[in-house]
């Protein structure tokens, strides 16, 4: 049995995430399909007699609101009654389709993993209720829930998290339901970093170049430099524009800071002409130090990748563990009767919204029948 609070209603909450895509970097945005259907307690509802007729208006409601939601192609909303242990609650189900906004942290790109969050709020103050995830049934990933395949791989766990936000008149309750897509990474590597780790190496053939003939060895260093610069402006068009450095940025900058460094060296070195011994001696050297640098950058970048993708999973194989555990509980907690059949409620609303056009509701259908 769930405790309820004399004081405050408690609404349960459980979202389904029927469809996510479109998930949009640079706007911080995506699509979702979701079904969510909030619960309360409504003691005069426990002894409902079949084929008794129900308005929902009748009622307290929760006003329930989501906070993320920019724009909206479809929304349909109905009520129904549902009977736990012998407690009745009144349960409002609702199908949403729209966009979603959500903030996006990508200092680990490409080798990130985004939240997509669904904010749940109401326009009552935090004093009067209080959002909860529904444990009698966890919220869920659909079956058929699809997200960029080519792109995105979403993770079989949902998680919640409850807080309050503060408004003009108080606070407002808070209930955060989010399920986690992790970025493909395999584009990035093959097409950008691969391409940038073997330009980055080309400066090391300047050193082929006659230590005596400077201008060609600067000639050949700013072709290379060049050519780093054309790639980077390639790479931007799939690198998103944000006003902090990611994890590949930092890796594009520093493969070109080489080069720089390189072509630098090649105008120290011309500086000791004179002494032809001395020169080649401090040349060799540069060479061989180069060589070990540019092979333990290159190596400390995948130990680094590596490691947060290792960190990255064991945390997402740990969430799904505890998510499934939740799962098997909830299966095995209480039986739920639900008299639906026999408790239609009068209200059944829905509002459909496609472009400008706006569909009557079932429930004006039905009087006018």
Same mark, same amino acid.
């Given at each position: ?183 493909? /990474?395999?584009?990035? +590597? =093959?097409? $950008? @970093? ?6 980055? !190496?080309?400066?090391?053939? #300047? ?52 080069? /720089?460094?390189?072509? +630098? =060296?090649? $105008? @120290? ?6 002494? !032809?011994?001395?020169?080649? #001696? ?88």
């Amino acid at each position: 049995m769930e405790a309820t609070n004399s004081l405050k209603k408690t609404v349960y909450v459980r979202m389904v995430f029927i469809r996510m895509d479109n998930v949009e970097t640079l706007k911080e945005q995506f699509d979702g399909d979701v079904y969510f259907r909030a619960r309360w307690r409504e003691p005069k509802l426990d002894n409902l007699k079949e084929n008794q007729p129900v308005d929902h208006r009748n009622f307290w409601n929760p006003a329930i609101q989501i906070r993320n939601k920019v724009s909206e192609k479809f929304s349909k909303t109905w009520y129904e009654v549902l009977t736990i242990n012998g407690e009745a609650y009144l349960v409002q189900k609702s199908r949403q389709i729209g966009t979603f906004a959500e903030r996006l942290e990508l200092h680990d790109f490409p080798f990130d993993s985004q939240p997509l969050n669904v904010c749940f709020t109401s326009s009552l103050p935090e004093s009067e209720l209080e959002l909860v995830p529904d444990t009698v049934k966890p919220s869920e990933i659909g079956v058929s829930c699809y997200i960029h395949a080519q792109e995105w791989d979403l993770e079989p766990f949902v998680e919640s998290e409850t807080s309050v936000a503060a408004t003009e008149e108080g606070y407002s309750p808070i209930l955060n339901i989010r399920g986690l897509a992790s970025r493909k /990474y395999s584009f990035f +590597i =093959w097409n $950008i @970093i691969i391409i940038m780790t073997l330009i980055g !190496s080309l400066p090391l053939t #300047t050193f082929a170049i006659n230590r005596n003939n400077p201008q060609r060895r600067l000639l050949l260093g700013f072709i290379l430099a060049l050519t780093g610069v054309s790639f980077r402006f390639m790479a931007n068009q799939s690198i998103p524009k944000i006003p902090y450095q990611t994890l590949l940025d930092r890796y594009l900058l520093v493969s070109m800071l080489f080069n /720089y460094l390189v072509c +630098i =060296w090649h $105008i @120290i070195v011309s500086r000791f002409e004179d002494d !032809s011994d001395t020169q080649g #001696t401090m040349d060799l050297y540069a060479f061989i130090a180069t060589v070990i640098i540019y092979i333990a950058y290159q190596l400390a970048f995948l130990i680094v990748v590596a490691v947060k993708i290792l960190l990255k999973q064991r945390k997402i194989k740990e969430k799904v563990q505890v998510y499934q555990t939740n799962l098997e509980k909830a299966s095995n907690a209480v039986q739920v009767k639900n008299p639906i059949k026999g408790n239609k409620l009068q209200k059944r609303q829905t509002v459909a919204k496609f472009s400008h056009l706006i569909l009557k509701s079932s429930y004006e259908k039905e009087k006018t029948e």
